[in-house]
């Protein structure tokens, strides 16, 4: 800001300087901003695993409006179903703003079919989107058993956000981690019960629902290489599987998501 510029924004990873000492450090170092990517991945993750029908999820007005992305499958209600239809069948203060059909993006009127493999862009209140998904029948219940993958830093931010979000029914049940050292010691409670060989295990072991790799600093990752030799995460495991670090390819059939850390 002395050369002119009129707003600052710093990226801080260690989360000692993102709780209390935050603001001492913005207003000493004149900081307009300051913004963990790791902390934000978390808390995407932490909505998408709150809302299981959507695929993405932006938030906007201090999170109190959303837009989610949802995917239609063969079997959906809305296959065949105009937006008129929509609205009458499932009536509620929500928008579709936007289909899109494979290389085609469409702003849709009350006339528009919908059909599957549409990628629908819906805007709502967080309230509004579990009502409307409950009632197509896209959300069940929300009770879920969670693996992360990384139990580093990101991995204890990710833990944070369900400890410290009360109205959350899902868990955290075990961790896997490559440090030897990590073996069957705790973050935030949480057990690390093995390294990567034991991910299979450890799916069948604790009932897992959905696995979240938190592991942002990796430079070249493949699944393929977590997995014992031949196995595919499809193979063993039919849940969500989360990533909270952006540009990687995952070659598998097991539903993902990739959570991008700026």
Do not use: W
């Amino acid at each position: 800001k002395k050369i002119g510029v009129p707003y600052t924004i710093s990226r801080i990873r260690n989360p000692e300087y993102n709780d209390k000492s935050l603001g001492f450090i913005k207003q000493n170092l004149d900081i307009s901003f300051a913004i963990n990517p790791d902390s934000v991945a978390a808390k995407e993750i932490f909505n998408l695993i709150q809302l299981p029908g959507a695929e993405s999820i932006e938030t906007f007005s201090r999170r109190n409006f959303e837009l989610i992305e949802i995917i239609l499958k063969p079997d959906s209600v809305l296959c065949g179903m105009t937006l008129m239809e929509m609205k009458k069948k499932y009536p509620g203060a929500y928008l579709v703003g936007i289909v899109q059909r494979e290389d085609e993006v469409y702003t849709p009127g009350g006339s528009f079919m919908l059909q599957s493999g549409d990628r629908i862009g819906l805007t709502a209140s967080n309230q509004e989107h579990e009502r409307l998904l409950k009632m197509m029948g896209t959300m069940k219940d929300k009770v879920s058993k969670i693996m992360i993958i990384g139990a580093g830093t990101a991995g204890a931010m990710a833990i944070r956000e369900f400890d410290d979000n009360p109205a959350s029914s899902n868990k955290v049940v075990c961790l896997i981690d490559d440090d030897p050292s990590k073996l069957h010691t705790r973050l935030r409670g949480v057990k690390v019960v093995g390294q990567r060989q034991h991910i299979v295990e450890a799916v069948e072991k604790y009932d897992v629902e959905e696995i979240i790799f938190c592991i942002p600093s990796a430079r070249s990752f493949s699944a393929t290489s977590i997995l014992p030799k031949n196995a595919t995460f499809s193979s063993f495991f039919k849940g969500r599987v989360l990533f909270l670090f952006s540009r990687r390819t995952i070659p598998s059939k097991a539903p993902r998501r990739d959570i991008s850390v700026p």
